[in-house]
């Protein structure tokens, strides 16, 4: 009888093990797809749903998420607790970061000689201080109306014939965007914030951008012929529509009643040619129609045969970085020297209280990473991120860039690109990273 006990115990307990194991497995085996955008108004942070489609297809997404988030309530201490290691990084990119004297008659030679294939600033260079400070207060010698994509842009040249980008300031700091995950304007805070981040994960491949004021009355001279005709005084200010894909007269932007000065984002343009490509992972901006990648579970296989290693790796990269400021608007990517350049992230920082898991597809379908990159997020844990963006943030002329909102919520997301990162070693060890 006791034999008999003990045996029907020892087989109790080994089902119940195999049942465990076999649920863990299968979290782990769907990380292999993904799940949409879903519009909400919540002021509590919440993570995104999959949209009425195919059931089979919905649960699939649904558990991935579910575990990437299960699996951040369980990460080991090290995740959780400040890198003591980040302090001196931290300092030395202050340091970079902070306004410098420059001299104008070589700091555009210096700052275009710096790309190399996708990096388009060198680490950890205080020269970095006087560019920043060259875009802030150069003079402006002309302004016209970019063509380049959907939104409103303005092209000011500086003297030395260096042509720069203006995104106008559409939003106050604490406005929320509902809608999907690529809804609303471009946020001129987001392009700032994304180059300082970027710094910050040595993820060099975003354009120098500082922000600026300028007025549109006093400039308004230096327009060209076509962008004057879209710059109307409305209520005794100036003001400005352009001329791009979805500017309209009815939709201007102006400058402030106070100040009397527009707000702005200055991205200095990155030299050399640029390719662009269609993203793999592009949405089709249809709720009722998927694309591939949110049905084809073994979608990365397909995407392996395509693109070299290092654009692969560079779009997984793209993926941490996109989820982190939240910009699922990726569509297309463009390329310096076959290598990936993170361009347009005005689309980031939205709602600081949604987590839209699916811009993490890349990286969990594929399941690949740079070790460097694995390092450098893990050197930022328990609260150095943020800490160090703050302080970076604080040194531009337009701060505060972001809300408490937002800086909280760049936390939780790195708890769950930890989370994924982990559920991929679980499956495939330390031969996802290269």
């Keep these: ?60 997404a649904r558990l991935v998420h579910k575990a990437i988030i299960h699996k951040a309530t369980s990460l080991k201490p090290d995740f959780r607790n400040k890198n003591p290691k980040h302090a001196s990084i931290k300092q030395k990119l202050v340091g970079c970061f902070r306004p410098k004297s420059y001299n104008s008659s070589n700091i555009w030679k210096m700052v275009n000689s710096w790309a190399k294939a996708n990096e ?18 150069e003079p402006i010698i002309s302004i016209k109306s970019s063509r380049r994509g959907t939104q409103l842009k303005l092209v000011l040249e500086l003297p030395g014939s260096q042509y720069v980008l203006f995104k106008p300031n559409w939003y106050r700091r604490e406005e929320i965007i509902n809608g999907t995950v690529y809804s609303g304007k471009d946020r001129h805070n987001s392009e700032i914030v994304s180059f300082h981040l970027a710094a910050i994960l040595n993820l060099r491949f975003t354009p120098i951008v500082v922000g600026r004021r300028i007025s549109l009355r006093d400039h308004v001279e230096l327009a060209d012929d076509e962008l004057r005709r879209t710059m109307p005084v409305i209520e005794n200010r100036q003001c400005v529509f352009g001329t791009c894909h979805y500017c309209k007269r009815s939709e201007p932007v102006c400058d402030d009643v106070e100040t009397g000065r527009l707000e702005g984002a200055v991205l200095h343009t990155i030299p050399g040619k640029l390719v662009k490509y269609r ?110 963006l703050r302080t970076i943030d604080e040194l531009d002329a337009v701060h505060p860039l972001l809300t408490e909102d937002h800086y909280h919520a760049l936390e939780r997301r790195l708890l769950y690109v930890y989370s994924t990162v982990e559920l991929c070693k679980q499956k495939y060890g330390k031969k996802m990273f290269k």
């Design 120 to 137: 388009v600033f060198p680490a950890l260079d205080n020269r970095l201080g006087s560019v920043l400070e060259g875009l802030r207060t």
């Design 279 to 388: 993203s793999p992972w592009q949405r089709t901006y249809n709720s009722e129609v998927m694309a591939e990648w949110e049905k084809n579970n073994n979608y990365c296989s397909l995407v392996k045969q395509k693109l070299t290693l290092n654009v692969l790796l560079d779009l997984m990269d793209a993926s941490i970085f996109d989820f982190l400021i939240q910009n699922g608007d990726r569509h297309h990517y463009e390329t310096r020297e076959d290598r990936l350049l993170l361009l347009d992230n005005g689309k980031g920082f939205g709602n600081p209280f949604i987590d839209h898991m699916d811009i993490l597809a890349p990286l969990y379908q594929c399941c690949v990473l740079r070790r460097s990159t694995w390092n450098r997020l893990i050197l930022f844990s328990g609260g150095a991120l943020t800490e160090s």
């Design 1 to 60: 009888m006791t034999k008999c006990s003990f045996y029907d115990l020892f087989i109790l307990l080994c089902l119940s093990l195999a049942i465990f194991c076999c649920l863990n497995v299968y979290f782990i085996s769907h990380l292999q797809s993904t799940t949409l955008r879903r519009d909400g108004n919540e002021s509590v942070h919440r993570t995104d749903t999959a949209r009425r489609t195919h059931p089979t297809l919905e649960t699939n």
